[in-house]
C-alpha cells in the first residue's frame, strides 16, 4: 500500500525567506507524486507534479520540487516566501496507470511572519 | 473555463438525520471523485466514477453511504443516517482521464450536532 508522510504540521517563515517542505512516501514502483496547496475554505489547486523525466520539476507560483528516489523524498522549495504563500500544504502520491488514485499526506500548515 | 462546483458550502444537521451533497464537474471530465477530509488531515477518496461507473468504491462507507452520477455528469453523495464522526468536507473533484490533473471544488463542509 502507498503511504505518504509530511512530518512537519506546521512551519513558520519570514517574509522574503526560503522554504522547504518535506515530504516522504512509501511506494513499491515508481509513483507518480503531486504538491497541492488549500487555502482556508478552498479546494486544493495543483502546484505541480512528477510523473518521470528530470527529477527537478517546476510548478506554478515559484515553487519546485526534486524527486530523489534514493531518499524515497519528494520536497517542495520556494527560494522566497510571498505572504499570500500562507496556506496548507499537501503532498500525494499515486501509482502508473491510474495516477489520479492518490494518496495524501497529512498536510504541512505554512505561516508567513512580515 | 469553469471549475468544479459544489453545493451546499456549509451544512450543519443533527446526528441521525439525512444529508445530500451535489457536484457539477468541468464540462468533458469524464472521471469524477468524492473526497472526504478531516479536520487537520489530508483527503481521502470515498469513490471514484468513470462517466455513470464508479470504479473505484472500497472507500465508501455502504451501510450509510451511497452516491450516484447520473448520465455522467453531475453527482450526488448521501448520507443517511448521519453520525457525529461524519463531520468533514467533502471534496468533490474531476479530470479528463486517469492520468490527468485532478481539478478540485470548494468543498462542502458538514458539521452533525
Known amino acids: 500500500a502507498q503511504s505518504v508522510t509530511q512530518p512537519d504540521i506546521h512551519i513558520t517563515v519570514s517574509e522574503g525567506a526560503s522554504l522547504e517542505l518535506r515530504c516522504n512516501y512509501s511506494?513499491?514502483?515508481?509513483?507518480?507524486l503531486f504538491w497541492y496547496v488549500q487555502s482556508p475554505g478552498q479546494g486544493l489547486q495543483l502546484l505541480l507534479k512528477?510523473?518521470?523525466?528530470?527529477?527537478l520539476v517546476q510548478g506554478i507560483k515559484g515553487f519546485e520540487a526534486e524527486f530523489k528516489r534514493s531518499q524515497s523524498s519528494f520536497n517542495l522549495r520556494k527560494p522566497s516566501v510571498h505572504w499570500s504563500d500562507a496556506a496548507e500544504y499537501f503532498c500525494?502520491?499515486?501509482?502508473?496507470?491510474?495516477?489520479?488514485?492518490?494518496?495524501f499526506g497529512g498536510g504541512t500548515r505554512l505561516m508567513v511572519k512580515p | 473555463e469553469a471549475g468544479v462546483v459544489q453545493s451546499p458550502r456549509y451544512k450543519i444537521i443533527e446526528k441521525k438525520q439525512p444529508v445530500a451533497f451535489w457536484c457539477n464537474p468541468i464540462s468533458g471530465h469524464n472521471t469524477l471523485y468524492w473526497y472526504r477530509q478531516n479536520l487537520g488531515q489530508g483527503p481521502e477518496l470515498l469513490i471514484r466514477?468513470?462517466?455513470?461507473?464508479?470504479?473505484?468504491d472500497s472507500q465508501l462507507p455502504k451501510d450509510r453511504f451511497s452516491a450516484e452520477r447520473l448520465k455522467g455528469v453531475d453527482s450526488t453523495l448521501k448520507i443517511q443516517p448521519a453520525e457525529l464522526g461524519d463531520s468533514a468536507v467533502y471534496l468533490c473533484?474531476?479530470?479528463?482521464?486517469?492520468?490527468?490533473?485532478?481539478?478540485f471544488g470548494n468543498g462542502t463542509r458538514l458539521t452533525v450536532t
Open positions: 466514477y468513470e462517466n455513470e461507473e464508479a470504479v473505484d
Open positions: 512528477y510523473f518521470s523525466g528530470d527529477t
Open positions: 473533484a474531476s479530470s479528463l482521464g486517469s492520468d490527468s490533473p485532478l481539478h
Open positions: 500525494a502520491v499515486g501509482r502508473q496507470g491510474a495516477g489520479n488514485m492518490l494518496t
Open positions: 511506494y513499491g514502483a515508481t509513483p507518480y
